[in-house]
């Protein structure tokens, strides 16, 4: 019967695909990396630059009576900016892009005297149990802990991060957020040694990154289906099809990523060969 399930929702997918989807997904709402004074969200190659967490420079900390810790280093943010110059050819003005850089610190971890400015969101869910069960029947996985801002699963420590549940409109996305971390888990050399995850410096968006974040979302994908949640699968084709652009579209590596992501669905809930 899981198979089964396994089967229906790579169709779907497939079908999703073929559809033409877009964008990138972030379901969570709290925790991300935020100007301490406008509270707005750094975009770009400043959402991995930064953790989670509240910034500001050395002169907004001065100007708002705060003081920076002793011995704290500063984080980098980037940004564009505008040059106006004549080009001698058309006289007309022309703009040329800069990269520029300053620094900032976090205001809760790194700065004295000045208070958070965010105010977040929370969500009253339920647990969905089938869900949960997954969650609890992994008997060799990885620990856990549940931060706000980011989910990741890092290989060096064996450990996954998730944002909590109350941080989700839908509770059905914090489980295929949760779900999706755990299939990476399984790539670990000690479980089912995946080059994605056992490859060392490997590099975000390149083609073994690439091939990696397919088999997680298309795992997370059948772990959903196993546990009745249905109505994750747009998004889920979404994100991968993220993926399959920096891998001129094959869609061929579906297929070959179901394989996987079948094989670590089947360890996380005990079903591998040298259980059965």
Not at 37 to 46: D, E, S
Not at 123 to 133: M, N
Not at 172 to 196: A, C, D, N, P, W
């Amino acid at each position: 019967m899981r198979k089964n399930v396994y089967t229906i929702v790579t169709e779907r997918i497939m079908d999703q695909l073929n559809k033409g989807v877009v964008p990138w997904r972030k379901p969570w709402v709290n925790g991300g990396a935020v100007s301490w004074k406008t509270q707005k969200a750094y975009r770009g190659i400043n959402t991995f630059l930064l953790p989670p967490g509240e910034y500001a420079t050395f002169k907004q900390i001065q100007e708002a009576k705060g003081k920076v810790k002793k011995g704290e280093a500063s984080h980098v943010v980037v940004f564009w900016k505008w040059l106006e110059k004549e080009n001698k050819d058309t006289e007309k003005a022309q703009k040329i892009p800069l990269l520029r850089y300053y620094r900032v610190f976090e205001v809760n971890s790194q700065v004295e005297g000045l208070n958070s400015k965010r105010e977040e969101q929370h969500f009253d869910h339920d647990p969905i149990e089938k869900a949960e069960a997954i969650y609890e029947v992994y008997i060799d996985g990885p620990t856990f802990t549940f931060s706000p801002g980011r989910a990741y699963y890092s290989p060096s420590i064996d450990q996954i991060n998730c944002p909590p549940l109350r941080h989700f409109p839908k509770a059905e996305e914090f489980y295929s957020t949760l779900l999706h971390e755990m299939v990476h888990s399984t790539g670990h050399q000690k479980r089912l040694s995946r080059s994605g995850i056992t490859t060392e410096s490997v590099a975000f968006g390149d083609e073994v990154y690439s091939k990696e974040e397919l088999v997680a979302e298309m795992g997370a994908a059948m772990l959903c289906g196993t546990a009745g949640i249905d109505n994750t699968i747009e998004n889920s084709a979404s994100y991968i099809q993220s993926w399959l652009r920096a891998l001129k579209e094959d869609h061929k590596l579906v297929v070959h990523a179901a394989a996987q992501a079948q094989k670590a669905c089947d360890y996380i809930l005990g079903e591998n060969e040298e259980s059965e």
